[in-house]
C-alpha cells in the first residue's frame, strides 16, 4: 500500500504522559457548569433561570459566532466573569445541576436528513451551534456555506492523521462512533455540495479508516454516486496539519488521475457533531478530551459534558501526582494556558494537561545559538530558522510583509522543539504570542 507523507522535515514523536486514545470513560456529571457566552452575543438566560437540557441559552452575533447551549438541566446561579491568559474578560452562565435530563439516556429520535436541502442542512448545524472542533471554533455552517455558494468541484476530506498524541480523543472518537463520523461526512458533504468524500488516514490506523469506510458502504444514508476514498498518510508530525495534509492529498490526486478541485478538510469531532445536529436534531452537548500531562495521575480520555470545570477531569483521573507548573488545553505546544482550574471544557478543547516542573521545555534556560542545523533539517517549509530568528530579532520585516505571497511560518513548532538552546523559534516566527510549553511534543497551529 503506497502511504503519502510530505518529503521534508517533520519530526516522529510519542509522549507516555499522553492518554492512548484506545477508549473513553464517561465522566461525570457535572454538578456545577460553566457555560461560555459568545463573544457579542445576547444571553437568553440569566441568574434565577431555569434551564433545560439542550436549551438555547446565547444567540451568537453574527453568523462567525455560534450558538451556546445548555448542556446540563439546571438553574443559573449567576454570570461568572474572568480574564483569560490572553487578558480578554470572558463571560459564562454558571448552572446547578438540577432536574430531569431529557436527552441523555433516552433513544434517540432520528430525522431524515436525506430529504433535506443543502441550505437546510446548514441552517440545522447552524441552529444547533456547531464549530470546527478541532481548530480555531469557526462556525461549520459558514464554511460550508462558502463551499456550497463558490462554483467549481470541491472535494471533503476527513482528517484522521495521529502525528501527535495529544490528538488521542479524535481517535477514541474515530474507535467509538465510526458511525458517526462516517454518516457526518456525508451529511457535510450534502450541506456543503462536494462532489467526493477523502478518507485521510493514518497508515498505522488503517484499520480504522477499513471500519470507517464500512461504515459508509453499510449506511442506507450512503449515496451512490458519492465517491468516497481513503488515502493512506505517513504519520510523521506535522502530517495532520493544513498545508501538509493539502500537499499529500494533491499527491494522490496526481498519481490517481481525479480533478478534486478545492480541498476543505474537517476532523472527526466536527463531522460528529454535524450528525448529532442534522440527524438528531442535538447541540453539541459534550466531547472527547485527552486529560494528561506529567502531572496527571492516570491519563485518560474523557466524554465529557461542555461545562465542566477542567479541575473536576484532573480529579477524575485520580489528580496530580505533585503540584503541577502548568496547565493548559490543546496540544501542549501551543495549548491556550488555564489560569483556574474552574475554567470549563469548552466546544474546542481536545485535550487539557498539567506538567509538572522538568517535563516542561525550559525556556528560562534559554542559550545563545550555537548553528547546529537542527532546526533547519526539521522544518517542513525548507526554511532556516535560525536566520530567520536572527533577522527578526534584529528588526527585519518578515517575507509576507516584503511579499505577501511568500510562503510563511505555520507556526508548527518542530524547530523548536529540537533547538537545543532553547530559542522560542516557533513563536516568534509565526508571530505568535507564546505557547503552552512541550513535554515533548511540537504542534504549533490549529489542526484543521
Ligand atoms: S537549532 Fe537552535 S541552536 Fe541550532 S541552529 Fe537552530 S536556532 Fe541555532
Ligand atoms: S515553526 Fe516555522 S520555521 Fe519552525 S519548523 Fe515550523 S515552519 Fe519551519
Known amino acids: 500500500m503506497k502511504v503519502y507523507s510530505f518529503s521534508r522535515g517533520g519530526i516522529r514523536f510519542s509522549d507516555p504522559s499522553a492518554p492512548t486514545g484506545d477508549s473513553a470513560r464517561v465522566a461525570f456529571l457535572p454538578g456545577i457548569s460553566v457555560i461560555p457566552l459568545p463573544k457579542g452575543g445576547v444571553a437568553m438566560a440569566g441568574a434565577g433561570d431555569w434551564v433545560r437540557e439542550g436549551m438555547l441559552v446565547a ?11 445548555a448542556t446540563v438541566p439546571g438553574r443559573v446561579s449567576h454570570l461568572a466573569r474572568w480574564k483569560d491568559a490572553g487578558g480578554e474578560v470572558n463571560e459564562a452562565l454558571v448552572i446547578r445541576m438540577e432536574g430531569s435530563f431529557e436527552l441523555l439516556g433516552k433513544p434517540e429520535v432520528r430525522h431524515r436528513w436525506e430529504d433535506c436541502a443543502p441550505a437546510e442542512l446548514r441552517r440545522l448545524i447552524e441552529k444547533y451551534g456547531i464549530v470546527e472542533m478541532e481548530g480555531a471554533g469557526r462556525p461549520a455552517a459558514a464554511m460550508l456555506r462558502e463551499t456550497g455558494e463558490t462554483p467549481g468541484r470541491a472535494t471533503l ?3 484522521c492523521v495521529f502525528d501527535d498524541p495529544w490528538l488521542a480523543a479524535d481517535r477514541a472518537l474515530c474507535r467509538e462512533r465510526p458511525g458517526a463520523v462516517a454518516e457526518g461526512s456525508f451529511i457535510a458533504a450534502r450541506a456543503g455540495g462536494f462532489s467526493r468524500i477523502v478518507f485521510a488516514v493514518s497508515k498505522k490506523e488503517t484499520q480504522m479508516g477499513m471500519a470507517l469506510l464500512a461504515e459508509v458502504t453499510n449506511g442506507d444514508y450512503a449515496d451512490a454516486l458519492l465517491p468516497v476514498s481513503m488515502v493512506p498518510v505517513g504519520s510523521r508530525y506535522p502530517q495532520g496539519l493544513r498545508r501538509e495534509l493539502e500537499l499529500v492529498v494533491r499527491l494522490w490526486e496526481k498519481q490517481e488521475g481525479f480533478s478534486l478541485g478545492r480541498l476543505t478538510i474537517f476532523g472527526p469531532a466536527t463531522l460528529a457533531a454535524i450528525r448529532d445536529a442534522a440527524a438528531l436534531h442535538k447541540p453539541i452537548l459534550e466531547r472527547y478530551v485527552a486529560v494528561g500531562g506529567s502531572a496527571v495521575r492516570h491519563p485518560q480520555v474523557m466524554r465529557t459534558r461542555l461545562g465542566t470545570r477542567i479541575g473536576e477531569l484532573f480529579a477524575e483521573c485520580g489528580g496530580f501526582v505533585d503540584q ?8 501542549p505546544f501551543l495549548g491556550r494556558p488555564v489560569m483556574d482550574l474552574d475554567e470549563p471544557v469548552t466546544k474546542t478543547d481536545y485535550a487539557v494537561f498539567a506538567l509538572l516542573k522538568g517535563a516542561e521545555k525550559d525556556t528560562s534556560a534559554r542559550g545563545a545559538c550555537i548553528s547546529c542545523g537542527e532546526c533547519r533539517a526539521v522544518c517542513p517549509m525548507g526554511f532556516d530558522p535560525e536566520e530567520l530568528y536572527k533577522w527578526t530579532r534584529l528588526g527585519g520585516a518578515n517575507s509576507r510583509a516584503a511579499d505577501p505571497a511568500a510562503p510563511v511560518c505555520h507556526g508548527c513548532g518542530c524547530c523548536e522543539l529540537v533547538c537545543p538552546s532553547h530559542l522560542p523559534l516557533s513563536a516568534l516566527l509565526s508571530g505568535r504570542a507564546g505557547h503552552a510549553g512541550s513535554p515533548g511534543t511540537g504542534e504549533g497551529t490549529e489542526h484543521g
Do not use: Q
Open 157 to 159: 476530506v476527513i482528517r
Open 59 to 69: 444567540r451568537a452575533a453574527d453568523e462567525n459566532g455560534a450558538h451556546i447551549h
Open 324 to 331: 503541577p507548573v502548568k496547565i493548559a488545553t490543546g496540544s
